[in-house]
């Protein structure tokens, strides 16, 4: 692609609002540790040049349940420290002196968690980018601009939202109301903000006073510990699904879609497969990387670059019906593979895409079901073998 192509596709792909400064520090230190190890500038390998699926299983296991454990006692030791000040000082100093004392060291300690916590989080999607053979840093964005696997492995270890993408017009949160999406950004920073606290104190109030009370407040000490033992969880298996996407993307427009498929392809069926991707991003209301990866990859190998309504689902029914049975075959492939491609299906997505799939209805679902399950449970191989993007139904 020459560099005039490049720069207008960089126009046309915009993000609301820039990396933030969790988002900048998280791909800082994911270069750091991939310069420090040497892995910055090394080629990506093919999903075929990978371990087989039960060692990536077994070794992804392994980095999460490791990290898991020392979340667990990070966060068990900070709470132990702020509960052991209330046992110990709460009846012994003036009230101004205790509470001052107390919120030092709460603060003290919730600084330390986080950051042990950031620290773990950078350390595991590092990990297994690696151990999916995403080695290098720099090279090779798979978004326009600087939104490379860094990014969006570091939005992903500091559960950082995903940013607002304007591209080709297509709107995934248009059957959002502004109500909802002002509702959802509330929880979600409420949840970043408040989650820890109300683990740690909210919990030891609602029980008891006085000794009872404080002989209750231990029991905030494994809460904690699990708290953060399982959000340490829930980064590593995000971290995968992305990376896992982000490798199946390429698959797909490098190795599936060969010059003797798209020759089969005719224009109207090239405008379906963006419908097929955008019309996914919609119902699944979401702008989650793995679909943007290939939504953008399927655009740049049709050279798509004409702004209509790509996202609307009736039209995208309509063209289902104006093409050849063979090129209908591959829409509802391509169909069935972007619906699991965010790993999860939403009650939109449920309720409309039978309405594409129509007599292959059972056969799509279950295929759909199963695609999602294996990108869930860090089969790459096997999910390999689900995005076929062939002629054929089913």
Known sequence: MSEE???????????????????N????????????????????????????????????????????????AIGALTTFVTIW????????????????LYGSVLIVML????????????????????????????KGSCLPGDDAVP????????????????YLGIDPLKHLSKSKLVMVAFLYKAKVILTGLAVKFILIRLFGKGDVRLTFSWVAIPITGIWDAFTLYKVAKEARLRLFGNKLAEHIISDILTDELIDQLGPKAREGSVRAVATMMVLAQNYHPNMLVLLIRLCDKFNIEENKEYDNWEDFLTILD????????????????SAAFDGHLSQLERFHLPQAFKEHTEVYMVRTE?????????????????????????
């Open 5 to 23: 192509m490049k720069q207008e596709k960089k126009a046309a792909y915009s993000r609301e609002e820039e990396a933030g400064f969790l988002e």
């Open 25 to 72: 520090i998280g791909v800082k230190y994911y270069r750091y540790l991939a310069q420090k190890s040497g892995t910055a500038g090394m080629e990506n390998v093919s999903i075929d040049d990978l371990a087989p699926d039960i060692t990536l299983k077994t070794l992804s296991a392994n980095i999460t349940a490791f990290a898991a454990v020392i979340a667990f």
């Open 85 to 100: 000040v209330e046992w110990t000082y709460m009846d012994t100093m003036d009230s101004t002196s205790y509470y001052l």
């Open 111 to 138: 600084i330390l968690e986080m950051s042990v916590l950031f620290w773990l989080g950078m350390k595991i999607v590092y990990s297994l980018a690696c151990l999916t053979g995403h080695n290098q840093a720099v």
């Open 151 to 166: 990014n969006l492995l570091a939005r992903a270890a500091l559960e950082v939202p995903d940013p607002i993408i304007h």
């Open 322 to 337: 104006e093409v050849s049975e063979q090129e209908r075959n591959f829409l509802l492939d391509l169909l069935c593979v």
């Open 370 to 394: 199963k695609l999602k399950d294996l990108l869930l449970n860090g089969e790459l191989h096997a999910a390999k073998e689900l995005c076929v993007l062939d002629l054929k139904a089913g």
